[in-house]
């Protein structure tokens, strides 16, 4: 045990020193938490990982409730916060919008308090529609807020963005990890290139809450941000101007390029994924309202063929060539368009892919312990107590 | 611990006095359970809130299932259920028939059994079809009582009735402990007048279960009950004579009304709800059995009309004006159709909704207490000892 | 506790006596199992079944999750999955291939590793297409192999086989555990005659795997071991011809024979249950991957008319009769295709199921045990000690 503790004591002493704003909170955007928010998620995070390599029990809760609302697809983030729930004694409850009835205005209200008599945490995962996951989210969190003031609620359930239309924290956040891991501190950043790219895809409509979460969380630790796309392909206005004011204020930078081999020049790390522009998803929300499937056809060939004119925004040999000193760290938050695996051209080369495979699973392995560092900071007064006990208690984890 | 202790002392001695008859038995009807039952349930989940509210872990199982069977959509009914279970530190399972296949007669037997091996707990929603959902409930009672007698189950699992085509329990002792809580205790429920009442909604076919516990279960606590209706939406003879002779016996009483006006005056509180008559579900059940659709086309749009007829019975403030001091408790187990808000026309307006509306979340967060207090009266052979371990142990729920 | 430790000590004594190679190993086909291992797992699900009556808490895992993928139908062996998981205090979390993406390739091994990082046991079912069961399963341990290798896995999760398109050996354990314990000992095995016996049923292409890994199994303990089908009903001549090899080096017998009284004469145990050649098998899958229509509705029809060519392969009072003293056993997986229950002509009558029902449901209750067994034995290093835990510990499952 007193090897662990000398692993974590400096993590320990640090997290003692930050400000958390998150207790009895939810986590939505990472860019509406102070840095020791993101910073002390971080170290929580690995120290919970410590923690769990020496078969410590992490259990926070003897019983207690983890609901989860995921309208699209997942199954990492859905393992995941499975993951990070049971690590600390929650148990995991989805509701399945199919077999159930919810809907927005005064049925959210609703169904947000009846789902969270006995919850701890609200993960929620709305992607889908541009202008209304998070929209979502922030019903849901007034709902408990309301549900907790007019004493319905025994404690106020935090609720945790799973991946929504402006965000992805959950993963973001692990990005930021595996960076911190990989350049050997968070300080270490400070000057590091990194490049969050465009890159073609065969598929239309990516999210466009990872690049934006990227670009806005990577700009507060004082790195070269460079974004890079095809012209027409932006983020939001809002979230960009939030990425240039972080750098700014934390002494880095932040650029918008157009071309991906510039872009790559002298990076330290590069995230080429795909993604659809903005005023796209503005337009696909505007048609979906309206139930306009001929609108909605019609945007999706536009989209193809525009993206089919930047199938050159590859990653490959060449392109990483160009990084500094040709090794760039490649970045993905999985699952990756491989050209010659699961397309026929795509996001990334085999080759490079599978010379930086494994670092893309370190990359993700980060997000179980990031979700449940979040929920103990959101459900906690005291974490560092919290982790106290977990090692003085010295309870094993499996026997 | 002294403060919780006193808080409930007087709760555990009225325990104390009660002779439960549950014990590795079921939940299925309320009016065939004893008032001991009954009233041991709702103190015993009263208890639990306690408890839950204090932080103390109610963890009664190290390991152990429970299994649910959903033959019909439920958020809240599955969330409450996995609450109370998770509460008491049970697993919860769902068994999905369409990824099954489970039918009636020798495999209603089998099935039972072979869910059970480790489970304490069978819950089942089977309100669609009715005379079906009871009778099954049933079935699968006798085929574990058959399975632990045969030496195959370790011991036999209780079923919780969640919702069948004659009954509500957890749905209508919920009711009742907000009325409990509503009106200061079950004695002052003594002469109060409860109006259980049809209500327009532009659905059809919604189930019996939740207006007949309702009138077969008020009416055990000396309560003036009153149930209204248009003529036609009579339910189950059965039942009505069951609560008028509960009336009878409990010195209440019990009458039929076909004015919503004359109903409401002076009442107490008012449980405003759309339903199918009884003999329209028995005219379903047998169109189902012989799979005419035609028939089951020609039964909805006659039930839609005649629905349509009704718009009138309504709980607006003209209504709600007619009760005691104009103040009657608004009551429903939700979701209700709301004007205005989920329906053009519907079971209440908004107005009234909103006003009560942290009422009915209240009534509706009793359900996993509940549930947890059959569960543990159906489990455990000495109730009273168990939560005594509770609060000695002094094991936190979250630490 | 005492009368509990003389139950089991000298299963404990037998249990030290053998060499286990299952640590961090999977358990996918039983004839690659040596047999300290299949007699190892069966004497600790008995050990485990005598704890968990006596009210013992096994609980191995204060926290820590088993992922299931089913890629077929399945009630009793996912809740099987679940007991046992349970049991060990593992949450159970599905992986529903309908909401994610998993594909072969490339993706699969992505994704063993994202559903592995705090997992402890990955439960696959794969049984629909003839030679992609078993490869997958490989392909996953494979890839978790890697994954622990390349330092992302904490610790290497077991892969379970919960029926694989050639093995499904965690219901022929719970049968070789049935026999055990009807026969009174796994020595008393020896010379008994088992026979594992095609039988009509009105469905086509029911798996190999159940016939494959009783013959395979049961001919490794000094058994005479029966097989008997229709001419064309072959089983795949690999397995057979293991069974052979088996029973020759166990001093049991091995032979086939076409016709199901002459089987049955003397039998001490009886299996009938239908199932698909490997030719048809081989042919089927051959069309699946061309995706031919026509191909595979053409094979269905030529099976089923040739199913029904062997009507009176079906187990009844006459065949029963010409066992040992009219009295051999009669076992099933379970559902059993029951003439007059479930089908017009099926693979058993009536009677004889209505006379061995109780037996099926013991052979069924023992696989949860030997499911946690095999867990148990894959994950932990010294499992003696941890049972010794067990008691020692004296932590009840239920208070």
């Not at 049971?86 to 959210?108: F, N, P």
Request: glycine share 6%; proline share 3%; net charge neutral.
């Amino acid at each position: 045990m007193y090897a662990l503790l000398d692993r974590i004591e400096t993590k320990l002493e640090d997290l003692k020193r930050r400000n958390f704003a998150l207790f009895r909170r939810d986590f939505l955007l990472s860019w509406d938490k102070n840095d020791d928010d993101i910073v002390g998620t971080l170290i929580l995070a690995e120290i919970l990982q410590e923690l769990y390599r020496d078969n410590v029990s992490l259990r926070a809760f003897e019983t207690g409730l983890a609901v989860s609302l995921f309208r699209d697809k997942s199954t990492r983030t859905r393992l995941a916060f499975s993951s990070a729930c049971d690590m600390l004694g929650l148990a995991h409850q989805e509701v399945d919008e199919q077999k159930s009835q919810i809907a927005h205005g005064e049925t959210t209200r609703e169904t947000a308090n009846m789902i969270s008599f006995l919850s701890e945490v609200i993960g929620i995962r709305d992607d889908m529609f541009f202008g209304r996951g998070h929209a979502f989210m922030r019903e849901v969190a007034a709902a408990l807020g309301d549900g907790f003031a007019g004493g319905i609620l025994n404690h106020r359930p935090a609720v945790i963005n799973l991946q929504c239309d402006l965000d992805h924290p959950t993963q973001t956040l692990s990005d930021l990890l595996h960076l911190k891991r990989f350049f050997g501190g968070i300080e270490r950043l400070r000057g590091k290139r990194i490049v969050m790219s465009w890159a073609y895809s065969p598929s239309y409509g990516k999210p466009l809450s990872v690049p934006q979460g990227v670009v806005a969380l990577m700009s507060r630790f004082g790195m070269d941000v460079v974004l890079a796309h095809p012209q027409g392909y932006d983020l939001s206005p809002d979230v960009t101007a939030k990425a240039a004011r972080f750098a700014a204020d934390s002494g880095g930078s932040f650029r918008v390029l157009h071309d991906m081999r510039e872009a790559f020049r002298d990076a330290d790390a590069v995230y080429p994924k795909s993604w659809a522009s903005y005023r796209v998803m503005e337009r696909r929300a505007e048609l979906l309202k309206r139930g306009d499937l001929t609108g909605l056809g019609d945007i999706e060939r536009e989209c193809l063929d525009e993206n089919a004119r930047h199938r050159d925004w590859h990653c490959d040999e060449e392109k990483i060539a160009l990084t500094r000193n040709g090794s760039a760290l490649y970045m993905h938050c999985l699952p990756a368009d491989v050209q010659g695996v699961n397309c026929e051209a795509g996001e990334v080369s085999r080759q490079i892919f599978d010379r930086y495979r494994l670092e893309t699973y370190r990359e993700a392995r980060h997000k179980p312990f990031i979700i449940a560092a979040m929920i103990i900071l959101c459900c906690f007064r005291d974490p560092i107590s919290l982790i106290d006990g977990f090692y003085r208690r010295k309870r094993q984890r499996a026997l």
